[in-house]
Antibody, heavy 120, light 111 residues
Framework: QVQLVESGGGVVQPGGSLRLSCAVSGFIFINYGMHWVRQTPGKGLEWVALMSFDGTEKKYSESVKGRFTISRDNSKNTLYLEMNSLRPEDTANYFC?????????????WGQGTLVIVSS | DIVMTQTPLSLSVTPGQPASISCKSSQSLLYSDGKTYLYWYLQQPGQPPQLLIDEVSNRFFGVPDRFSGSGSGTDFTLKISRVEAEDIGVYYCMQSMHLPTFGQGTKLEIK
């Protein structure tokens, strides 16, 4: 079955950096785009970034553009999110999610998430 | 960004009764390919969101047929024909006509 497992979350000071990972299994990773979505504790969902199946297309939300970088290693079936210049408002549970279709911007399966806390 | 607005924000339903959630988008979600990029998700307590409905009305794998989606353009509805206890959680609509945006969520509780 499809599985996505995020890791790399933790507590970091404002201005700091973190790298999140998402290890996937149960589907052919190279055939699907991938997303990061975050959820502030007790609040709603905010899409963060997407990367196409072949890595040629990357998109970011305005709130993270220029600070976050999405990448993937198809040989390791792993998606990454490099987060720099972190701010308190970046505190959230970060989910990775699989695209519904090869070139789709919609999402079907999600991981359990990894919590990022930005605080001094 | 396309703004997604859900109503109501909370819903309390007796088991066996129907439920309905509305989602309105700030612009049409009908793309030039003829598809409408509107999706519904359910986030059960302590779990990640799970896809229920894709492209307005298609139930995803394993989704019970008591869930149905309808609508067009900017107005969409998720209906549960007979609510069960396992349906509790927060329901989100999402568009992917442009970069994805979500509605605020509708919390469903059981009376």
């Amino acid at each position: 079955q499809v599985q996505l497992v995020e890791s790399g979350g933790g507590v970091v000071q404002p201005g700091g950096s973190l790298r999140l990972s998402c290890a996937v299994s149960g589907f052919i990773f190279i055939n699907y785009g991938m997303h990061w979505v975050r959820q502030t504790p007790g609040k709603g969902l905010e899409w963060v970034a997407l990367m196409s199946f072949d890595g040629t297309e990357k998109k970011y939300s305005e709130s993270v553009k220029g600070r976050f970088t999405i990448s993937r290693d198809n040989s390791k079936n792993t998606l990454y999110l490099e987060m720099n210049s972190l701010r308190p408002e970046d505190t959230a549970n970060y989910f990775c999610a699989k695209a519904l279709h090869k070139t789709s911007w919609s999402l079907d399966y999600w991981g359990q998430g990894t919590l990022v806390i930005v605080s001094s | 960004d396309i703004v997604m607005t859900q109503t109501p924000l909370s819903l309390s339903v007796t088991p066996g009764q129907p439920a309905s959630i509305s989602c309105k988008s700030s612009q049409s979600l009908l793309y030039s390919d003829g598809k409408t990029y509107l999706y519904w998700y359910l986030q059960q307590p302590g779990q990640p969101p799970q896809l229920l409905i894709d492209e307005v009305s298609n139930r995803f794998f394993g989704v019970p047929d008591r869930f149905s989606g309808s609508g067009s353009g900017t107005d969409f509805t998720l209906k549960i024909s007979r609510v069960e206890a396992e349906d509790i959680g927060v329901y989100y609509c999402m568009q992917s006509m442009h970069l994805p945006t979500f509605g605020q969520g509708t919390k469903l509780e059981i009376k």
